[in-house]
């Protein structure tokens, strides 16, 4: 069967964790896995471009038996070849691509044309849910406790705070109930108008950031992915209604569907200095209701 020559359809924006496809290519690679493509996945692949919430694990089932998926990755083709996870060169969407999610399976692999059900854990995926519900939410507190800390003015937030977490970012990694997120602070932020003073006391901001999360999460508050089509390329967006309006912020991951999920989300702020600048280090940690 030749390689796909359409992206592949998610449901794990929805909240899917199980759903059943149609093998269109398997493909064995080095490290003794085998790269399962189907028509249509609830498996959510870890991003090549932004790696910030790993895979989901699972199994996958069919007429072959049963395999250990050990996690999906971002595929792309072209010109009659699968560039998989961080062999892809491109953005997912780049026009002349088909991108599809890869399953990278530990076992016996299907054969093409099959039937297979794919089946999420549905621990990990919760799990995962609230630690990237948790980031998002955390990144717009931790903007809000640095809103007079700027002298000149920025591009804005969802919540029209001073951006500095979409400025700052680094490094954002996703993990169960909670993330790490690293920020530099160098001469580019300090022109931009962010005053380093700001963050001469660490434990008043992130007294400010947890007041907010804790009045976010005591009010609750729905929450939802929006996308223009059920194809991995289609631009997601999160979109939470918090006390002061909705908020919605390009996100590619998955998410709780309400705030009241949550026992609570605090925040706790380190920072050191690397090569004359800042580096700030934000941990988050959910706890669940």
């Known amino acids: 069967m030749a390689l796909p020559s359409h992206d592949t359809l998610v449901s794990y924006p929805d909240g899917a964790t199980v759903s059943t496809g149609t093998v269109l290519h398997v493909e064995p690679l080095d490290d003794g896995l085998s790269a399962v493509i189907l028509d249509t996945t609830a498996f959510h692949p870890v991003d ?5 919430q790993p895979s989901d694990r699972g199994v996958l089932r069919g007429p072959s038996g049963e395999a250990r998926i050990e ?8 010109d009659g070849a699968l560039h998989l996870g961080r062999e892809l060169p491109v953005r997912t969407g780049t026009e002349g691509w088909t991108f599809v999610v890869a399953h990278l399976v530990d ?8 039937s ?12 995962l849910c609230a630690g990237h519900t948790a980031c998002h939410l955390a990144s717009l507190a931790l903007d809000g406790a640095l809103a007079d800390s700027w002298t000149k003015e920025t591009p804005r937030d969802a919540l029209g705070h001073p951006a500095f977490d979409q400025l700052a970012i680094v490094t954002s990694r996703i993990h169960e109930h909670g993330s790490i997120d690293t920020y530099r602070i160098g001469k580019s932020l300090r022109r931009k108008g962010f005053a380093p003073a700001g963050l001469d006391d660490l434990d008043a901001v992130a007294a400010r950031a947890n007041a907010l999360l804790a009045d976010w999460v005591s009010r609750g508050g729905r929450v939802r992915i929006e996308r223009d089509h059920d194809a991995i390329t289609a631009r997601r967006t999160w979109v939470c209604a918090l006390p002061d309006g909705e908020v919605r912020i390009p996100c590619g991951g998955t998410h709780v569907d309400d705030l009241s999920a949550f026992a609570g989300i605090e925040v706790v702020l380190e920072r050191s200095d690397v090569d004359g600048a800042i580096e700030l280090l934000m941990t988050t940690t959910a706890r669940m209701a």
């Open 48 to 52: 090549t471009a932004w790696p910030d």
């Open 71 to 78: 996690r999906a990755v971002m595929g792309g083709i072209r």
């Open 107 to 114: 076992g016996a692999a299907p054969a093409e044309g099959e």
């Open 116 to 127: 297979v059900e794919v089946v999420a854990d549905a621990e990990l995926r919760a799990a």
